[in-house]
């Protein structure tokens, strides 16, 4: 595609509720990230793939949290139980390579989760 | 989260004018990248140095680094409205993890 894909643009959800948050990048790239952003914040890291695989999942915050990319494409991150702690916007991005290699990250447009 | 520092935390300057950003981060780093992230959304990377380089240009822009002191510049020159955003500074904290470390951002407002 064009660009990283988020899906939806917002999310209002009830706490204790699951959901999932899905991630399309780049066509052909390998790293993907995933990033959580409170208002006046940077992105904080939760988790970077490199192909299928979760090289380093150490900013997942909790057991609550959970990512997939079975084909090393499409990313899914699966929040259980929310609370309204996780309201935030949910960012990703993909790279060609991945860190460590210098290549430029994209970002998608990011998820705005909100807990009620 | 062992995020960087940027300063100012906000800055506002008049259209034409220079603006410079500062980020200073904790750990060894592999490279450091800019982002400019419009309403609180997609961010959009604007350039990055090495941990070998010391200054690197993109058209309004000039980028330095300094690994002894952990700190890194961004100077935006003849600045416009169409500037206004945060900006990021993004450090991959090398060798050893696969994080990306941003920092809390500079929020700048470009006066027409």
């Known amino acids: 595609g064009a660009g990283v894909s988020q899906t939806p643009s917002n999310k209002v959800t009830e706490k204790g509720k699951y959901v999932e948050l899905r991630c399309d990048p780049i066509?052909?790239?390998?790293?993907l990230y995933w990033y959580r952003q409170s208002l006046g914040q940077g992105p904080e890291f939760l988790i970077y793939?490199?192909?299928?695989?979760?090289?380093?999942d150490s900013g997942l915050p909790n057991d609550r949290f959970f990512a997939v990319r079975p084909e090393g494409s499409v990313s899914t991150l699966k929040i259980q139980r929310t609370e309204r702690g996780d309201s935030a916007v949910y960012l990703c991005a993909s790279s060609l390579l991945g860190p460590g290699e210098g290549d430029t990250q994209y970002f998608g447009p990011g998820t705005r989760l909100t807990v009620l | 989260s062992q995020q960087g520092e940027e300063d100012p935390q906000a800055l506002s300057i008049q259209e034409g004018e220079n603006a410079t950003m500062n980020c200073s981060y904790k750990?060894?780093?592999?490279?450091l990248q800019w982002y400019r992230q419009n309403s609180g959304r997609g961010l959009v990377h604007l350039i990055l140095i090495r941990s070998n380089e010391r200054e690197k240009h993109s058209g309004r822009l000039r980028v330095t680094l300094d690994t002894s002191k952990k700190s890194s510049s961004l100077l935006i020159t003849a600045s416009r409205a169409a500037d206004t955003a945060s900006y990021f500074c993004a450090t991959d904290d090398w060798p050893g993890t696969y994080k990306y470390i941003f920092g809390t951002g500079t929020r700048l407002k470009v006066l027409a």
């Open positions: 793939f490199q192909g299928t695989g979760a090289a380093d």
């Open positions: 750990t060894s780093i592999n490279n």
């Open positions: 066509s052909g790239h390998t790293a």
